[in-house]
């Protein structure tokens, strides 16, 4: 009994400790973004100063709205074709179909230093060159094996037996889909594209390569920020990113049961 208590106490102190370690410097960042001096300096002083110096940083602001249109659009994009690729390797069988489910896997694993300078030589090989259209297909092309090896995973828990059932009462493929499949697999098509957009917004590395002067993300612009001077306003935009999107995950949380259930 001694010994499973103490195993216990430790196992709580692991967490608690883990925990820390994972939050402890995002709190420390989000309480010195209300701090007075910008070099950290205590006692501390609340102020909101940074807050209002930040949205007067033009840079900063659009580098913020470029990273926001670039994530959601490709969210939507691979969403949408991570869903219609899941199916077809679900229902189809042909040539090559596990040659191709093997490919998902390298765009994962392999360096995105690697991917970067390749994207940015087939870019300029094709002569789309650099820019936001060019980071937006290179992170679209980040986040589509996410999504499919999400949704496929989900698909695999599917029963074609709904399917039949659903074709024996009338329905047409378009019915099936939209009223037996989509429903099941939803799930999965929100956890993919939570992955999609954290995979875009985070992107430091293929935006870097990809990214113009004026044209930035904002992992590109706070980085450029840190370069030329760290100054408290990066701390602001930081936790409001943090607030925002801490508040979308417990919607989704509340409100979606990766179960399948609402």
């Keep these: 009994m001694a010994t499973t208590r103490i195993l216990?106490?430790?196992?709580?102190?692991?967490?608690?400790?883990?925990?820390?370690?994972?939050?402890l410097p995002i709190i420390i960042m989000a309480l010195m973004s209300f701090n007075t001096s910008p070099f950290y300096q205590l006692p501390f002083e609340w102020t909101t100063d940074w807050y209002a110096s930040l949205w007067q940083n033009d840079q900063l602001i659009a580098a913020t709205w470029n990273s926001i249109e670039i994530a959601v659009i490709t969210t939507i994009i691979s969403t949408v074709l991570g869903a219609m690729a899941s199916l077809a390797l679900y229902r189809y069988e042909f040539r090559g179909k596990k040659f191709?489910?093997?490919?998902?896997?390298?765009?994962?694993?392999?360096?995105?230093?690697i991917t970067g300078t390749a994207m940015l030589i087939f870019f300029f090989g094709v002569g789309i060159g650099r820019g936001l259209v060019a980071i937006l297909l290179g992170h679209v092309a980040l986040a589509l094996p996410y999504v499919i090896v999400v949704v496929s995973a989900r698909l695999q828990t599917f029963a074609p037996e709904l399917e039949e059932a659903a074709r024996s009462l009338g329905a047409n493929q378009w019915q099936v889909t939209m009223r037996v499949t989509l429903p099941w697999i939803m799930p999965g098509l929100i956890a993919?594209?939570?992955?999609?957009?954290?995979v875009s917004f985070d992107q430091f590395v293929v935006s870097y390569f990809l990214s113009t002067p004026g044209q930035t993300t904002l992992p590109v612009e706070i980085y450029a920020a840190i370069r030329k001077?760290?100054?408290?306003?990066?701390n602001a935009v930081s936790t409001i990113i943090i607030v925002v999107s801490m508040a979308l995950m417990l919607l989704t949380a509340r409100f979606f049961k990766f179960g399948g259930e609402k």
Excluded: D
């Design 100 to 113: 191709l489910q093997a490919l998902l896997f390298p765009p994962i694993a392999i360096p995105w230093l």
């Design 192 to 198: 993919g594209g939570l992955f999609a957009f954290a």
């Design 229 to 234: 001077g760290f100054t408290p306003e990066i």
């Design 8 to 23: 216990e106490w430790l196992g709580r102190f692991y967490i608690v400790l883990l925990l820390a370690f994972l939050y």
